[in-house]
């Protein structure tokens, strides 16, 4: 029983490279989140999907893609990555109506 | 807009004692209130949720919280606290509309020995 699944868990990007962080979840959840967490700021959402085929902007989108294909995967892009894109991001998932989110174990982007 | 408090930014206690970690929120419908802990360079672990009934609700390791509708309230409480439950916490809300979860900045919690 995987959960949340995010890869890669580490990645160093020079300024202007683009790259796809993965998120797959086996738990046939329909909704899908990315968050940013930055030191001392908490959590701040992406992008969001409640369905495949169907994705939304959360707070701080600039400079980020998704795509939902399927039920399972919900790829994060960046493109022309910034210094101000290093950040720990995570992947979440969940059923509708109040179901507990469960997280994958983050990862660590360092834009230079 | 769904919004998170958190007070502190960090918490200290001496091991054995009880601990209090703070959050307010604010919801234009009813919430559903999370608590979740993270352990250094790892992701998000669930502690406890309040969705309805019972204000005082329990969860892992421990830990409850109370909701408290009047003061838009919902602290996370443990009666004696351990060294290994030091990790930054975070609170969290969403209305009833199946939103997104919004997040407190966090606390840090540091169990003294």
């Known amino acids: 029983n995987a959960g949340v699944t995010q890869t890669p868990k580490f990645r160093i990007l020079k300024i202007g490279q683009s790259m796809t962080l993965q998120c797959a979840q086996d738990?046939?959840?329909?909704?899908m989140y990315w968050y940013r967490q930055d030191p001392g700021m908490g959590l701040k959402l992406i992008y969001y999907?409640?369905?495949?085929?169907?994705?939304d902007k959360g707070e701080v989108p600039n400079g980020y893609n998704v795509s939902r294909s399927t039920t399972e995967d919900f790829p994060l892009r960046l493109e022309l990555a910034a210094p101000s894109q290093t950040s720990v991001y995570f992947c979440?998932?969940?059923?509708?109506?109040?179901?507990?989110?469960?997280f994958g174990e983050g990862s660590w982007l360092t834009v230079v | 807009a769904q919004s998170v408090a958190q007070p502190e930014d960090q918490v200290k206690v001496a091991e054995g004692n009880p601990l209090t970690v703070k959050c307010t929120y604010s919801?234009?419908?009813?919430?559903?209130l999370f608590w979740y802990v993270q352990y250094p360079n790892r992701g998000l672990q669930f502690l406890l949720k309040y969705i309805t009934g019972d204000n005082l609700v329990k969860g892992s390791y421990g830990f409850e919280a109370e909701f408290n509708k009047s003061q838009t309230s919902f602290h996370l409480k443990k009666p004696s606290a351990l060294v290994s439950d030091s990790a930054l916490y975070f609170c969290a809300v969403r209305d009833g509309r199946n939103t997104p979860l919004v997040f407190g900045k966090g606390t840090r919690l540091s169990v003294i020995a």
């Open positions: 999907s409640v369905g495949a085929g169907i994705t």
């Open positions: 738990m046939n959840h329909n909704y």
């Open positions: 919801v234009s419908g009813n919430p559903y």
């Open positions: 979440a998932s969940t059923l509708p109506s109040g179901n507990t989110i469960y």
